[in-house]
């Protein structure tokens, strides 16, 4: 199975539907001609199949068709965050090797800068600019004979940003197969020609699920830059019956929602989200605003969604077991999950371990890197770095990561990353930045920083840096100034307490 391939089976039954909804919209029927004819174009550009192509795409439907013209023409896809700086994509194609990028028109300006020296070929899905070739201008023809291919590997994602080498995650075409089949047999499926509404980052490992679960349902996907009253209007349009939010963008949709009802012409069954557990008073907020189904599914790059809270689960929850709501649900069909500790045993239900999975799902190991890919794969199982513990019933509570990844918004945030930045500041000699629970953003990033003594540093020249060197979401949210950072015997910071005290106690921010 290939990501493609559900695009070619819908296209000869059904190639009427639409594929990508909006004005810019296409059918499957003409989505197969326009894929195999840029899979032509990337072949005569000189790539060939496991070839590496980058891809740095706002929500666009022409990211969808570059995804799949690269799985038709062989061609390994790299997806690039576009909330990313030029840093990050210049470390990306750098170490991908790359031998093309897709970008979009809002992100041409940094792809340059990315790619200055580099001998490849850019192109653009969404307008014209010099020193781009405008895909929109390819020809549309269907007698296309592409080249075999038996490459196993659909995308090379990277898990972290550019503090040290880059994870780049090596995940197959197949196993994208068992995600699909895990969200259909638990109800979150479409009929063909309905649409699942994403407001996501399609270049998200989450974005790139979802568009692949709709296509091989035959329905349409509507990519759209979230805004709370565009959201709202569309789970609201008939015809969209599946969404997916962070509980982040659920609270700023209920904040603007004047309505407080589903319409009556409302299609809606059922909303994904994850990243963070909700409150009960979100769910039963939500349910009353949309009427839908609601889904929580836990996952990371390298193996899927593995997990499932259930809309029944969310009922459980909502008559008396509230406790469920800060799990994120019990294993998904076809998914082996284990908690284990240091030693590689099981650990008993209530006891803390690391999340390990196997399976099919589970991604290839990190390009380039065996040690990483050993470290990560030993024993035959996937170690996530996340730190578990299961209940007598199988769900699943998540206890923070073992490398102190922050989660806010859904999104995975190295703390590594920012403490560089704000260690280079002046007058800072200590900083550990840390995830303190917020409801709203599941985690919010606050600095932990000791000053010099004399420093007159203070929280804004922090926060401006960190906004001049960081995609938007890494910035700190509050900066709070100690005399001084937990120390182990050792000399390393102590995060856990760090988090602890302002957690507990929070000291006043700057």
């Given at each position: 199975m290939r990501l493609h391939d559900p695009l070619e089976y819908w296209a000869g039954r059904r190639p009427e539907l639409p594929v990508v909804t909006g004005p810019d919209g296409i059918g499957y029927g003409e989505a197969s001609a326009v894929t195999s004819a840029w899979a032509a174009e990337l072949a005569d550009l000189g790539l060939e199949p496991g070839d590496r192509v980058a891809l740095a795409a706002a929500n666009h439907p022409n990211a969808v068709l570059a995804l799949l013209a690269a799985s038709k023409a062989g061609l390994v896809t790299v997806p690039m965050n576009p909330r990313l700086r030029a840093g990050d994509y210049a470390g990306f194609l750098r170490d991908s090797g790359a031998r093309a990028v897709f970008g979009s028109l809002s992100r041409a300006d940094d792809l340059d800068e990315a790619t200055a020296g580099l001998d490849l070929p850019k192109i653009l899905l969404d307008g014209e600019r010099a020193g781009w070739r405008d895909a929109r201008t390819w020809p549309r023809h269907t007698d296309v004979v592409l080249p075999a291919s038996d490459e196993p590997v659909a995308l090379q994602s990277y898990t972290s940003g550019t503090t040290g080498r880059p994870k780049a995650a090596l995940l197959t075409h197949d196993g994208f197969v068992p995600v699909s089949a895990r969200w259909s047999q638990a109800g979150m499926r479409f009929e063909p020609g309905e649409v699942f509404y994403?407001?996501?980052?399609?270049?998200?490992?989450?974005?790139?699920?979802?568009?692949?679960?709709?296509?091989?349902?035959g329905a349409a996907v509507e990519l759209d830059e979230f805004s709370p009253e565009r959201a709202l209007e569309a789970v609201r349009r008939p015809g969209v019956a599946g969404a997916?939010?962070?509980?982040?963008?659920?609270?700023?949709?209920?904040?603007?929602?004047?309505?407080?009802?589903?319409?009556?012409?409302?299609?809606?069954?059922w909303i994904l989200y994850g990243g963070t557990p909700v409150s009960p008073a979100l769910v039963r907020q939500a349910g009353s605003a949309f009427g839908a189904a609601l889904f929580q599914s836990y996952g990371c790059t390298e193996a899927g969604a593995m997990t499932l809270l259930t809309p029944e689960d969310h009922e459980l929850a909502l008559n008396g077991r509230e406790h469920l709501l800060s799990s994120v649900g019990r294993p998904a069909l076809d998914c082996e999950i284990a908690l284990l500790d240091a030693e590689d045993r099981l650990v008993p239900a209530g006891e803390v371990g690391e999340i390990c999975s196997r399976?099919?799902?589970?991604?290839?190991?990190?390009?380039?890197?065996?040690?990483?890919?050993?470290?990560?794969?030993?024993?035959?199982?996937y170690r996530t770095g996340d730190l578990g513990s299961v209940d007598t019933d199988g769900f699943l509570y998540l206890h923070g990561r073992k490398d102190h990844m922050i989660k806010s918004g859904g999104i995975n945030i190295h703390p590594e990353e920012i403490e560089r930045v704000i260690g280079e500041i002046p007058g800072i000699a200590q900083v550990a930045v840390v995830g303190?629970?917020?409801?709203?953003?599941?985690?919010?990033?606050?600095?932990?920083?000791?000053?010099?003594?004399?420093?007159?540093?203070?929280g804004q020249l922090v926060v401006d840096r960190c906004r001049a060197t960081l995609a938007a979401y890494k910035v700190p949210r509050e900066v709070v100034f100690l005399d001084a950072l937990p120390l182990n015997a050792t000399g390393k910071v102590l995060k856990h307490v760090v988090r602890d005290q302002l957690t507990s106690a929070p000291v006043a921010a700057s």
């Open positions: 994403l407001p996501l980052p399609i270049m998200l490992m989450a974005g790139i699920m979802m568009v692949q679960h709709t296509l091989w349902c997916t939010f962070v509980p982040t963008m659920l609270h700023m949709m209920l904040a603007a929602d004047a309505e407080r009802g589903p319409r009556p012409d409302s299609t809606l069954r399976g099919r799902h589970v991604f290839l190991g990190y390009a380039g890197d065996p040690e990483r890919t050993s470290a990560a794969l030993r024993g035959g199982w303190v629970a917020d409801e709203r953003w599941g985690a919010r990033i606050v600095a932990a920083v000791v000053a010099a003594s004399g420093s007159t540093v203070d």
